[in-house]
């Protein structure tokens, strides 16, 4: 079955410091994953898109790595800011079709002053 | 360019009351999709659309029905509220083909929070 799961549920952490988040897949074939990052009340917003091919990608505090060999995603934010407050969503999706794509629960990530 | 705009941004509905959702995109998107978004749960695929006129189920279609007669618009109708589709529902797009990456991103509107009690 299709899955995709991350860690942890929630997080809390201290403006400027760094965070890593979690996401495990058993999709297959594989085509891509992307982050999305929602704010409280948003719709979620593409952050990174990583193919198989791809280890690691940046998008300024951003950083994306993917392992596909152990279908095992993290998105690393570094030097956090209170911004930086809002839900992850890990999507991964298959080569092919509209419905292609298989949602994570998400990560609730709070930056505390 | 507004992107995909969803209407009401917040609605109370009795049980038994009927509603549509609206969602428009003014980006030429083919593919629209609609979800719904439980606290602590990831969003659920309720209808998607591959083009105007062609509608399928997602994983969660019972108690909803969607129509797609132009590019633009896919509203989501519920027909009989009940107290379960209290959720917040999102609406989002997306361009057909591939990128070198792979599929483009999906587009989303910032939802309808409803509440049925």
């Known amino acids: 079955k299709n899955q995709v799961e991350q860690s942890p549920q929630s997080l809390i952490i201290l403006e400027g410091k760094n965070c890593t988040l979690q996401c495990n897949y058993t999709v297959s074939p594989f085509s891509n994953l992307r982050w999305y990052k929602q704010d409280t009340g948003r719709g979620p917003v593409s952050l990174t898109i990583m193919t198989f091919s791809e280890n690691t990608k940046s998008n300024g505090r951003y950083t994306a790595t993917l392992d596909a060999d152990t279908k095992q995603s993290s998105l690393h934010i570094t030097a956090s800011q209170l911004s930086d407050s809002a839900s992850y969503i890990c999507v991964v999706s298959a080569p092919t079709g509209a419905n292609n794509l298989f949602f994570g629960t998400g990560t609730r990530l709070t930056v505390i002053p | 360019n507004a992107g995909v705009t969803q209407t009401p941004k917040f609605r109370i509905l009795k049980i038994g009351q009927s509603m549509t959702l609206q969602c428009t995109q003014d980006?030429?998107?083919?593919?629209m999709y609609w979800y719904r978004q439980d606290p602590g749960m990831g969003l659920k695929l309720i209808y998607y659309s591959v083009g105007a006129g062609i509608t399928d189920k997602g994983e969660v279609p019972n108690g909803y029905n969607v129509s797609r007669s132009t590019t633009e618009d896919f509203p989501l109708r519920l027909e009989l509220a009940a107290p379960s589709q209290t959720s917040v529902y999102f609406c989002a797009s997306r361009r057909v083909g591939q990128t070198i990456q792979g599929n483009q991103p999906q587009h989303f509107g910032d939802g309808t929070r409803l509440s049925i009690l």
């Open positions: 980006m030429n998107h083919n593919y």
